[in-house]
Nanobody
Framework: QVQLVESGGGLVQAGGSLRLSCAAS????????MGWFRQAPGKEREFVAT????????YYEESVKGRFTISRDNAKNAVYLQMNNLKPEDTAVYYC????????????????????WGQGTQVTVSS
């Protein structure tokens, strides 16, 4: 199991930026694909972005393409989500997640494909 702790959420005006961080425990972090998801009040948890275990491939949900960037630093056991040009509809609790299939060549976007989750960090975008 991987312990994940998100940070960096907060309140920002529309058009602003935030950078979320996710710190992971364990020595096998660098072998897992990682993902960011979000959940708005009254809605289901949804995919935002994912990055391959080596950091060479990424995949984004359509509405965040060109605004959000996922990255990772395997030396620091960390994954990040840089969010620019934020919109009120980006308001949600953001979760970091680990796909514990080792060296998985396929980037996945379904909630059920991920094994470990952080506690989430709140992002609120005011209009």
């Amino acid at each position: 199991q991987v312990q994940l702790v998100e940070s960096g959420g907060g309140l920002v005006q529309a058009g602003g930026s935030l950078r979320l961080s996710c710190a992971a425990s364990g020595r096998t972090f660098s072998t897992y694909n990682m993902g960011w998801f979000r959940q708005a009040p009254g809605k289901e948890r949804e995919f935002v972005a994912t990055i391959s275990w080596r950091g060479s491939s990424t995949y984004y949900e359509e509405s965040v393409k060109g605004r959000f960037t996922i990255s990772r630093d395997n030396a620091k056991n960390a994954v990040y989500l840089q969010m620019n040009n934020l919109k009120p509809e980006d308001t949600a609790v953001y979760y970091c997640a680990a796909d514990r299939e080792l060296f998985n060549p396929t980037l996945r976007s379904a909630v059920n494909d991920y094994d470990d989750w952080g506690q989430g960090t709140q992002v609120t975008v005011s209009s």
